[in-house]
């Protein structure tokens, strides 16, 4: 399906074991950008500045920008995609950004 990583101009594809190892290596991350996540299989207990949540197979979340983001624990079966859209990527897009839908996001970053 995918290579380990993939990235294209600000657009990064990985496994959730690279984003642990890559990105998450000191507990908390802070990243200026988008980070998408997908649950194919396992669970992932994680937090958004400070506040706890779950994903499952099935699941998707978002991490809006400049939020810390810190995982508490992983079922050991966990498989999970992680896209993340830097900022400059995102700006380059053609089209507004939608501020109610970051809104909603930041309010409920998950989706079961």
Request: charge should be negative.
């Amino acid at each position: 399906m995918f290579d380990r990583k993939v990235k294209i101009n600000g657009f990064v594809v990985m496994e959730f074991s690279d984003f642990l190892t890559g990105y998450v290596c000191e507990g908390s991350f802070l990243f200026d950008g988008l980070i998408f996540g997908f649950g194919l299989q396992g669970d992932l207990l994680f937090k958004l500045n400070y506040t706890e949540f779950r994903i499952s197979s099935g699941g998707f979340f978002v991490v809006l920008p400049h939020r810390l983001f810190s995982v508490v624990s992983c079922s050991p079966d966990l498989e999970l995609k992680i896209f993340l859209l830097s900022t400059d990527f995102i700006l380059s897009l053609p089209v507004p950004p939608d501020f109610q839908m970051l809104k909603k996001a930041d309010v409920c970053p998950c989706l079961q």
